[in-house]
């Protein structure tokens, strides 16, 4: 059996340069990036449609902080009407590559016209898909941070979670959820 670091990208032969994204140790962090986001914004993929115990923390997750923090959700794909009928909101289906170039525009006033967004949340997406967005915005917005949220690590974002199994994810998910609610 291969190990596999926390920090070692989930694919490893997808390995893009020398900045690595920081790896999610404590649930603190997390909270405290939404807290001090002023614009914060969620981008969903179709993986969070499905059915198991990955797709109902996620949603459980995305449904209250979307909630308690009021964050805009950009849905990719397909599965919008089944993340609609799960609880989550969404104010935008927009494809990934579509969202990754406005996120890129200095122009761009974001979904409501009240400006860019300083802070992008993932989760749901093919990890091929999250790698190629990610670098887009790692290169082409380099002062917009990102998280993903998937249980994978992903080099190119700002921060991510370690390579973990389920349980120990779901933990660290529902600490962050709490430290949310308590404002």
Known sequence: MIRVAADD????????????ASVISKPEVVGALIKRAKRPL????????????ESEALIEFI??????????VI??????????????????????????????DPEWKGLDGQGQYD???????????????????????PGLKSITLDRVY????????GNMSVEPWRIQLQAISALLEKG
Request: glycine fraction near 16%.
């Open 9 to 20: 990208a989930w694919i490893r032969a997808e390995m893009g340069g020398t900045t690595r």
């Open 63 to 72: 449904e209250g902080t979307t909630r308690i923090c009021r964050i805009p």
């Open 154 to 161: 992903q080099p190119n974002a700002s921060w991510s979670f």
């Open 75 to 104: 849905g990719t794909s397909h599965s919008v009407k089944d993340l609609i009928s799960k609880g989550i909101r969404i104010t935008k289906i927009m494809g990934g590559m579509e969202t990754l170039d406005r996120l890129r």
């Open 119 to 141: 802070l992008v949340l993932f989760a749901g997406l093919p990890y091929s898909l999250g790698w190629v967005l990610l670098s887009g915005l790692r290169h082409g917005a």
């Open 42 to 53: 969620f981008i969903l993929g179709h993986e969070i449609g499905g059915a198991g115990p």
